[in-house]
């Protein structure tokens, strides 16, 4: 119970910090779900524990959430495994970087680990094109293509080598949308690329690179902060799932609720 308890304050605080530093998003709603589950569990345990053992929908509830919790570390691990199974090779013509939010005008914590894992990639093999890839949300002053691609000047690539791809919304049309341009610079979708996104989303990445018709797309996976790590991995491996199903972020029963879970908080960083 001293473990429990503890497990539950502690997903209370970082529930909290989460609400008070990030947007709002289906994987900070996972883990409010989460922390709501464990804080109920380790305040009424005794009559709950009481309930799944004696009666009839109790204990089929308990082996439920039994079963439901295996699934779910199981997809987790899968995600964690799948970022690193397709490495760049060093021989690819070009590199789309995945955009992933902004703060006002600027790449957010997360996104700019990418850029900096594109950035280290992109200095040791001079001769690859990058596209950022990215369009402007609600709550961002810019599109994420352009602040992405000012990003990389500034650390030091030449703006000869960077393209701002600026109207994609989601990764499919990053995907889709980077091989129209490089198609106008001579990269054509038979030619090696490698994509860059935080390891987590690697393996869609992967699959949605192959929708687009890149034939040979090889993943470069970046970190991930420490305070996101939990959200993006239960969000990813319910994304994942989603994928197998409907394969397409346009069809599928979530597709009329695009952009309800990334609500507008502007008025944050007034």
């Known amino acids: 119970m ?60 308990f ?50 680990y990418r850029l900096d894992k594109a950035y280290e990639y992109a200095k040791e093999h001079p001769d690859l094109i990058l596209v950022t890839s990215g369009g402007q949300g609600r709550d961002e002053w810019v599109p994420e293509g352009q602040a992405m691609r000012d990003y990389l000047i500034e650390k030091g690539l030449s703006p000869d080598r960077v393209i701002a791809e600026c109207k994609s919304t989601s990764t499919e049309e990053n995907f889709l949308f980077s091989k129209q341009i ?48 939990l959200p993006c991995y239960l969000r990813e491996a319910l994304a994942v799932v989603y994928y197998w199903l409907f394969r397409s972020s346009r069809t599928g029963f979530l597709h009329p609720f695009v952009g309800l879970l990334s609500l507008n908080k502007k008025f944050f960083y007034k």
């Open 182 to 229: 490089l198609a106008r610079y001579g990269v054509t979708a038979s030619d090696p690329i490698v994509y860059v996104t935080n390891a987590f989303h690697c393996y869609r990445g992967g699959r949605y690179a192959e929708m687009a018709g890149f034939e040979t797309a090889h993943a470069l996976p970046a970190g991930i902060p420490l305070r996101s790590i």
């Open 2 to 61: 001293i473990v429990l308890r503890l497990l539950a304050a502690a997903l209370v605080a970082y529930s909290v910090m989460l609400a008070m530093t990030s947007n709002f998003n289906a994987g900070n709603l996972l883990v409010w779900l989460l922390t709501t589950g464990v804080a109920v569990f380790a305040v009424w345990h005794d009559p709950l524990c009481r309930w799944f053992e004696t009666t009839t929908v109790g204990r089929i509830s």
């Open 63 to 112: 082996w439920v959430l039994v079963v439901v919790g295996v699934v779910y570390l199981v997809l987790v691990g899968f995600v964690a495994v799948s970022g690193y199974t397709n490495p760049a090779t060093g021989q690819e013509r070009a590199m789309i970087v995945l955009g992933a939010g902004l703060r006002r005008d600027k790449p957010s914590l997360l996104l700019r």
